[in-house]
């Protein structure tokens, strides 16, 4: 049964393995949203299956909407065709997402479980296109700029900070990133991690910090103090893990 209140997400693969390995993925950061796998054939051989999208459809379907992601151009097809059969009112509320199944699923998934409305919910979904995240070198100096101007900000009296050393094993994998996210996006303030937007979980898991790395929480926004110290405190809980 679909979670009422949010949106659901869809995992569309000619593989059925594949279809039920993401949401199995997606499950461990947002384990009360709608997630269903549509993977495969009928009779489980690699393909897509219109029958098994639609019922994959109708069972992330909660009324708040529902994102559809697909592997293959064929899938797309499918899930189009699914669509044209759904009645007009259901069909308003489905979006095929362009955008990476694995990135691009994991990051709708983390959205809707944080309650956040369809166009969000597809806004994260496509960060996760290329381009859209800086990565790697670009990341670096993306958070170096941004952490420069956080530092500039807070020293001017106009924002709020605080460092903290990352105490858990893993430090911030998958499912602590998704914790900070959603905690984060609990709050209108902006709010940055090492410079980086700390309502993007694409951009928290890119910037790699293991355990020992100082993090840098910040607003520059003068009522950003509480959400600065409620990831501040989470991070130095472990994140349940420590």
Same mark, same amino acid.
């Given at each position: 049964?679909?979670? &009422? ?32 796998? &549509? ?7 690699? !393909? ?6 639609? %019922? ?5 379907? &909660? !009324? ?36 990476? $199944? ?60 605080? %460092?903290?050393? $990352? ?11 998704? =914790? ?5 996006? !609990? ?20 910037? !790699? ?9 910040? %607003? ?5 103090? =509480? ?16």
């Amino acid at each position: 049964m679909a979670t &009422a209140g949010k949106v659901g997400v869809v995992f569309v693969s000619h593989s059925q393995q594949i279809a039920a390995g993401l949401v199995d993925l997606a499950r461990q950061m947002a384990p009360t949203a709608t997630l269903a796998a &549509a993977g495969g054939t009928d009779d489980g051989r690699i !393909g897509t299956s219109f029958d098994l999208v639609s %019922s994959a459809i109708a069972h992330a379907d &909660a !009324g708040e909407g529902v994102a559809v992601l697909c592997d293959l151009g064929s899938a797309i097809l499918t899930a189009e065709t699914a669509l044209d059969f759904l009645d007009d009112e259901v069909r308003e509320r489905v979006r095929i997402v362009d955008a990476p $199944l694995v990135e691009g699923g994991v990051a709708a998934a983390v959205s809707a479980e944080s309650g956040d409305g369809l166009d969000a919910v597809v806004a994260a979904a496509e960060s996760a296109r290329a381009g859209a995240e800086p990565v790697g070198a670009a990341a670096e100096a993306t958070v170096g700029t941004d952490a420069a101007t956080t530092d500039a900000a807070a020293a001017s009296g106009s924002g709020y900070s605080r %460092s903290i050393t $990352l105490v858990n094993a893993d430090g911030l994998h998958a499912r602590p990133a998704a =914790e900070l996210v959603k905690l984060a996006s !609990g709050f209108t303030q902006k709010i940055t991690v090492n410079g980086t937007d700390a309502k993007s979980l694409l951009g928290i898991m890119s910037l !790699g910090l293991t355990k020992g790395a100082v993090v840098e929480i910040a %607003s520059t926004d003068p009522d950003g103090r =509480e959400a600065v110290d409620a990831i501040a405190e989470l991070a130095e809980s472990g994140f349940g893990e420590a």
